[in-house]
């Protein structure tokens, strides 16, 4: 019996399981590519990745659960996570995340009914010094306000959110974030700031300091 | 006045500092020309002459860990690069990656000359888009430059979400394909890492050091730093300050030299505690102002220098929030593969939920720190660990404010004041 999901691209799923030594590596590549074109990963996804791997659909749904990145349920169009480790939580992360709440009318791990935003509290995303961090398809929005985050979502229901503040001149979408998460090249590397003014700090000051 | 020494971060200003082009324009794979023309055990004598220990925690000569990897043995050798920076208040990798991807493929090269590896991966943590496309530009780039490929492939490998997989021995089973569950040492990477074959597993900060020491050598290397710990590093200085951001300074410089250099503690407000790298390194305080921030002067102060996520917090932030918070962190990621760390975070958060609430006892500090003993050693890697060093330091330098909690019936802090919009109409 064949477990082919019809909506997978078999050549892409062989071209990421040709990058490792040992076909079982590909694992998450596969998880993130089942996640590009569903959404999520499906039962059809596993199911899939099993044959092509030969291990057990439980083999494969054991490692996917393992890893909060894979979501099991549909996810919304913009996810959308509010760093509320100690120092965003501190600097303003608990407030934005609450505020979220209250303005999307949902819960942590929510999606709005119109499927285009979902919300979800995340641990340190290592942009501590642009706290509070909110990322949206783990995309980075820094120094954020209560203000600015309500700007963010709002923007992502109506279809038009605002560019990250380093990455690409456009927000992609999750399944497109997706894509880039298996491996694939979406050509937007090239796009967006080199460095934020946080990371260009300590080098700004070398250079005064040698001017002197 | 403490000096500053961009060395990874030269070229940051620069629009394209993440292009070949860009990074070639400073004589960027120059130094991996120069190591290939060289003896293998050569380049990692001058690593190891360097000084350069590993920058993404433990602090491990990294020359020596080269240096463990069999040679003659027929196997397939591996490099794995950590790149999952994901402790609490690191923030060094991420940016560097961003702003210059290819000095990674270049010390790549280098050390899989040296360790006589084909092939290299770099495991980065998935919550990054923007990083993972530029390293995967980066990598195209240097194929199409011949730069790879030609006796060095590297594979990059992206994760999703999973703390634990910065464990070195956690991130091979996961890079094999399994739940990211650290593995029993020995047998160490270098003997049976990747596959069961020889494997060194370096951060990224570590390896992305490396083309510079070639190029500039080994002397010129260990004339920065201190005694013990030579060189140059990425202290990443975030929180209750003026300006946050990085700053590349040789090691030993000081805390209050880098918060003169960045304009000082948020105005109007002073320093309550910190971490000098990470949120599992031990707290820090006012009186650990002048501790010189190397692997030893840290470590003698009660501390460790782990990442130099130097995480500042002002007075109007409440110690037991900070604490909880950073718990219930550990509770999240622990991989539940042993008991103390399993169940362990799991009772620290509940009793640190009842202290913050001003419902518990003070027998319950008491238990907060015999649970931290039988974490603490007992846990299989170091995750078990980390989570005891925030509760046992707070305890030991702020007793007095969870007691406070107790006797206020509550938080006595109020948290608007701590947030970077206080004062803002919202």
């Given at each position: 019996?064949?477990?082919?999901?019809?909506?997978?691209?078999?050549?892409?799923?062989?071209?990421?399981?040709?990058?490792?030594?040992?076909?079982?590596?590909?694992?998450?590549?596969?998880?993130?590519?089942?996640?590009?074109?569903?959404?999520?990963?499906?039962?059809?996804?596993?199911?899939?990745?099993?044959?092509?791997?030969?291990?057990?659909?439980?083999?494969?749904?054991?490692?996917?659960?393992?890893?909060?990145?894979?979501?099991?349920?549909?996810?919304?169009?913009?996810?959308?996570?509010?760093?509320?480790?100690?120092?965003?939580?501190?600097?303003?992360?608990?407030?934005?995340?609450?505020?979220?709440?209250?303005?999307?009318?949902?819960?942590?791990?929510?999606?709005?009914?119109?499927?285009?935003?979902?919300?979800?509290?995340?641990?340190?995303?290592?942009?501590?010094?642009?706290?509070?961090?909110?990322?949206?398809?783990?995309?980075?929005?820094?120094?954020?306000?209560?203000?600015?985050?309500?700007?963010?979502?709002?923007?992502?229901?109506?279809?038009?959110?605002?560019?990250?503040?380093?990455?690409?001149?456009?927000?992609?979408?999750?399944?497109?974030?997706?894509?880039?998460?298996?491996?694939?090249?979406?050509?937007?590397?090239?796009?967006?700031?080199q460095a934020g003014s946080a990371t260009l700090l300590?080098?700004?000051?070398?250079?005064?300091?040698?001017?002197? | 006045?403490?000096?500053?020494?961009?060395?990874?971060?030269?070229?940051?200003?620069?629009?394209?500092?993440?292009?070949?082009?860009?990074?070639?324009?400073?004589?960027?794979?120059?130094?991996?020309?120069?190591?290939?023309?060289?003896?293998?055990?050569?380049?990692?004598?001058?690593?190891?002459?360097?000084?350069?220990?590993?920058?993404?925690?433990?602090?491990?000569?990294?020359?020596?860990?080269?240096?463990?990897?069999?040679?003659?043995?027929?196997?397939?050798?591996?490099?794995?690069?950590?790149?999952?920076?994901?402790?609490?208040?690191?923030?060094?990798?991420?940016?560097?990656?961003m702003a210059n991807p290819h000095v990674l493929i270049?010390?790549?090269?280098?050390?899989?000359?040296?360790?006589?590896?084909?092939?290299?991966?770099?495991?980065?943590?998935?919550?990054?888009?923007?990083?993972?496309?530029?390293?995967?530009?980066?990598?195209?780039?240097?194929?199409?430059?011949?730069?790879?490929?030609?006796?060095?492939?590297?594979?990059?490998?992206?994760?999703?979400?999973?703390?634990?997989?910065?464990?070195?021995?956690?991130?091979?089973?996961?890079?094999?394909?399994?739940?990211?569950?650290?593995?029993?040492?020995?047998?160490?990477?270098?003997?049976?890492?990747?596959?069961?074959?020889?494997?060194?597993?370096?951060?990224?900060?570590?390896?992305?050091?490396?083309?510079?020491?070639?190029?500039?050598?080994?002397?010129?290397?260990?004339?920065?730093?201190?005694?013990?710990?030579?060189?140059?590093?990425?202290?990443?200085?975030?929180?209750?300050?003026?300006?946050?951001?990085?700053?590349?300074?040789?090691?030993?410089?000081?805390?209050?030299?880098?918060l003169e250099l960045a304009g000082g503690v948020r105005?109007?407000?002073?320093?309550?505690?910190?971490?000098?790298?990470?949120?599992?390194?031990?707290?820090?305080?006012?009186?650990?102002?002048?501790?010189?921030?190397?692997?030893?002067?840290?470590?003698?102060?009660?501390?460790?220098?782990?990442?130099?996520?130097?995480?500042?917090?002002?007075?109007?932030?409440?110690?037991?929030?900070?604490?909880?918070?950073?718990?219930?962190?550990?509770?999240?990621?622990?991989?539940?593969?042993?008991?103390?760390?399993?169940?362990?975070?799991?009772?620290?958060?509940?009793?640190?939920?009842?202290?913050?609430?001003?419902?518990?006892?003070?027998?319950?500090?008491?238990?907060?720190?015999?649970?931290?003993?039988?974490?603490?050693?007992?846990?299989?890697?170091?995750?078990?660990?980390?989570?005891?060093?925030?509760?046992?330091?707070?305890?030991?330098?702020?007793?007095?404010?969870?007691?406070?909690?107790?006797?206020?019936?509550?938080?006595?802090?109020?948290?608007?004041?701590?947030?970077?919009?206080?004062?803002?109409?919202?």
């Amino acid at each position: 019996m064949s477990s082919v999901d019809p909506t997978l691209s078999q050549e892409v799923m062989s071209s990421i399981v040709a990058r490792y030594p040992r076909k079982r590596s590909a694992i998450m590549p596969l998880l993130h590519y089942v996640q590009s074109v569903a959404g999520y990963v499906t039962n059809s996804g596993i199911e899939n990745i099993a044959e092509i791997l030969e291990i057990a659909n439980a083999e494969v749904s054991a490692v996917a659960t393992f890893y909060t990145q894979y979501k099991f349920n549909p996810i919304g169009e913009y996810h959308v996570g509010v760093c509320t480790n100690t120092l965003c939580a501190v600097m303003g992360g608990d407030a934005i995340f609450s505020a979220l709440k209250e303005h999307l009318g949902i819960e942590n791990e929510g999606v709005t009914a119109d499927g285009k935003v979902s919300l979800e509290h995340i641990e340190c995303n290592a942009a501590c010094d642009y706290a509070p961090v909110v990322m949206a398809n783990w995309e980075f929005y820094d120094n954020q306000t209560v203000e600015s985050a309500k700007t963010l979502v709002d923007g992502a229901r109506a279809g038009n959110p605002p560019a990250p503040t380093r990455g690409p001149n456009h927000l992609v979408t999750y399944k497109e974030a997706s894509a880039v998460l298996a491996g694939l090249n979406d050509g937007l590397a090239g796009e967006g700031v080199q460095a934020g003014s946080a990371t260009l700090l300590g080098l700004n000051l070398a250079r005064k300091m040698e001017g002197k | 006045m403490a000096t500053l020494t961009p060395i990874l971060s030269a070229h940051w200003d620069e629009k394209d500092s993440f292009t070949l082009e860009g990074y070639k324009r400073h004589g960027g794979y120059k130094a991996a020309e120069k190591a290939l023309a060289m003896d293998p055990d050569a380049v990692i004598q001058i690593i190891k002459d360097s000084g350069l220990r590993g920058r993404g925690g433990a602090g491990f000569p990294t020359g020596m860990k080269w240096g463990f990897i069999p040679q003659g043995d027929n196997k397939d050798h591996y490099l794995v690069v950590n790149a999952d920076e994901s402790e609490p208040g690191t923030c060094k990798d991420t940016p560097l990656l961003m702003a210059n991807p290819h000095v990674l493929i270049e010390g790549c090269i280098i050390a899989c000359h040296a360790i006589r590896a084909k092939q290299a991966f770099i495991y980065i943590r998935g919550e990054v888009t923007h990083v993972v496309r530029r390293v995967n530009q980066a990598i195209t780039d240097a194929y199409a430059a011949g730069l790879l490929g030609k006796g060095v492939d590297i594979v990059l490998h992206i994760g999703a979400g999973a703390y634990i997989c910065g464990e070195e021995t956690a991130l091979l089973d996961s890079l094999e394909g399994f739940r990211g569950q650290p593995r029993l040492r020995p047998p160490f990477p270098a003997i049976a890492g990747l596959y069961a074959k020889p494997t060194v597993v370096n951060n990224v900060e570590s390896i992305a050091s490396v083309p510079a020491i070639i190029a500039n050598g080994a002397e010129w290397y260990q004339a920065m730093g201190t005694e013990k710990s030579k060189g140059a590093t990425l202290y990443s200085l975030s929180g209750h300050v003026n300006n946050p951001g990085q700053f590349e300074a040789p090691l030993g410089i000081t805390l209050r030299e880098i918060l003169e250099l960045a304009g000082g503690v948020r105005t109007g407000h002073k320093l309550k505690f910190w971490t000098p790298g990470g949120s599992s390194t031990p707290l820090f305080t006012d009186a650990h102002l002048d501790i010189p921030l190397d692997y030893e002067g840290v470590s003698a102060a009660g501390s460790m220098l782990g990442t130099k996520a130097l995480q500042i917090f002002d007075e109007t932030t409440c110690v037991v929030r900070a604490v909880l918070r950073w718990t219930e962190f550990y509770k999240h990621e622990s991989c539940g593969k042993c008991t103390p760390c399993r169940e362990g975070t799991w009772w620290l958060v509940q009793i640190l939920r009842d202290l913050e609430a001003g419902v518990g006892t003070e027998a319950d500090l008491e238990k907060l720190l015999d649970l931290c003993d039988n974490i603490m050693g007992r846990s299989f890697c170091a995750l078990g660990d980390g989570a005891t060093s925030p509760i046992t330091s707070s305890i030991k330098y702020f007793r007095d404010e969870y007691i406070a909690h107790l006797t206020q019936g509550g938080c006595p802090f109020d948290p608007v004041q701590s947030t970077l919009f206080v004062g803002a109409s919202k």
